[in-house]
Nanobody
Framework: QVQLVESGGGLVQNGESLRLSCVAS????????MGWYRQAPGKQRELVAA??????TNYADAVKGRFTISKDAKDTVWLQMDSLEPEDTGVYFC?????????WGKGTLVTVSS
C-alpha cells in the first residue's frame, strides 16, 4: 500500500504563487506515475499535472505555462503554481499509480481570491 500526504494549500490573491507538496510512504518503489488532481466546488475531479518515474510530464491545457510538476528521487512530488487565477480554486489531491494500485491523498485546499 501507498500513503500520500499533501501540504501547502492556502488562500492567495489573484496572480500570486503557491507550492504544493506530496510525500509518499509505504510501497513507494511500486509507484510508476504521480499526479495532482483538483476538484472545484460543484465540479468533477480533473487532472492538473502528472509525472512518470522517468520524469515525463503531462499538464492540463488550463495550467500549461503556469504550473510545474517535479519530483525527487525518493518520495516527494511538488506542484509549483504561478500566476494563480480564481478558476484554480479547489481541493488539490495527490495521486499515485503503480504495481500496488492507485492511491489518493486527502487533499489540500487552494483558494484564489480576486
Amino acid at each position: 500500500q501507498v500513503q500520500l500526504v499533501e501540504s501547502g494549500g492556502g488562500l492567495v490573491q489573484n496572480g500570486e504563487s503557491l507550492r504544493l507538496s506530496c510525500v509518499a510512504s509505504g510501497d513507494i518503489y511500486s509507484i510508476k506515475v504521480m499526479g495532482w488532481y483538483r476538484q472545484a466546488p460543484g465540479k468533477q475531479r480533473e487532472l492538473v499535472a502528472a509525472i512518470t518515474e522517468s520524469g515525463f510530464t503531462n499538464y492540463a491545457d488550463a495550467v500549461k505555462g503556469r504550473f510545474t510538476i517535479s519530483k525527487d528521487a525518493k518520495d516527494t512530488v511538488w506542484l509549483q503554481m504561478d500566476s494563480l487565477e480564481p478558476e484554480d480554486t479547489g481541493v488539490y489531491f495527490c495521486n499515485s499509480i503503480g504495481r500496488a494500485g492507485e492511491y489518493w491523498g486527502k487533499g489540500t485546499l487552494v483558494t484564489v481570491s480576486s
